[in-house]
């Protein structure tokens, strides 16, 4: 069974500049989250996705923002990049009735 | 709000040394525990789990037990190895398909 994937692996873009990022989650998982993991700062819950709907989101801005699929894809679009959006960007999946979540391998955002 | 605890690191072991990690937290409720563990320039992978007081989680030789009364999840080894080198996050989860809180990870290093 195919694992949660992500694309682009690498993305570098410039302050200012849009960033759009992909996660495919496991089959039969209807929930998508993504994560924020900066240098120093851990792991931050940025969205939650299930059934289409955005369920949750962490505190962040507004200019980060997603959307989830009927396929139960989901994008994750930041808008008006700043230099400290730089970081690894976590998509996990997981089922309704469950607490696990599976991770994909994660997207690295440069801003420079 | 909910929160998770983890010893600070880097931690570094001599091959064959007994690992403790500590983790505790602070919930609302009655949480659902897990550890997870990310390889140098991978995403995590799911150790283990626990869902009730008294449960031990167990995987590749790891053991963490759910102690309520002391409200802890400590992570532990037996004897390491230098593949075990990893960044490890002790995490809850109140509800079933909810977001993660993650404590900020422990770094292991283990030497030959």
């Known amino acids: 069974e195919a694992g949660v994937t992500q694309s682009p692996t690498h993305l570098i873009k410039t302050r200012g500049q849009q960033a759009t990022l992909r996660c495919s989650p496991i089959s039969g998982h209807t929930s998508v989250y993504w994560y924020q993991q900066a240098l120093g700062l851990g792991l931050q819950f940025l969205l939650w996705y299930d059934e289409g709907e955005e369920r949750n989101r962490g505190n962040f801005p507004p200019r980060f923002s997603g959307r989830q699929f009927p396929n139960y894809s989901s994008e994750l679009n930041v808008n008006a990049l700043e230099l400290e959006d730089s970081a690894l960007y976590l998509c996990?999946?997981?089922?309704?009735?469950?607490?696990?979540?599976?991770f994909g391998p994660g997207t690295r955002l440069t801003v420079t | 709000g909910d929160s998770v605890t983890q010893m600070e690191g880097p931690v570094t072991l001599s091959e064959e040394a007994f690992l403790t990690i500590n983790c505790t937290y602070t919930?609302?409720?009655?949480?659902?525990l897990f550890w997870y563990v990310q390889y140098p320039g991978e995403g995590l992978q799911l150790l283990l789990k626990a869902t009730k007081a008294d449960d031990k989680g167990s995987n590749k030789g790891f053991e963490a037990t759910y102690r309520k009364e002391t409200t802890s999840f400590h992570l532990e080894k037996g004897s390491v190895q230098v593949s075990d080198s990893a960044v490890y996050f002790c995490?809850?989860?109140?509800?079933?398909?909810?977001?993660?809180?993650f404590g900020k990870g422990t770094r292991l290093s283990v030497i030959a």
């Open positions: 995490a809850l989860s109140e509800e079933e398909n909810t977001p993660l809180v």
């Open positions: 919930a609302t409720g009655y949480p659902s």
């Open positions: 996990a999946s997981s089922l309704v009735e469950g607490y696990e979540q599976y």
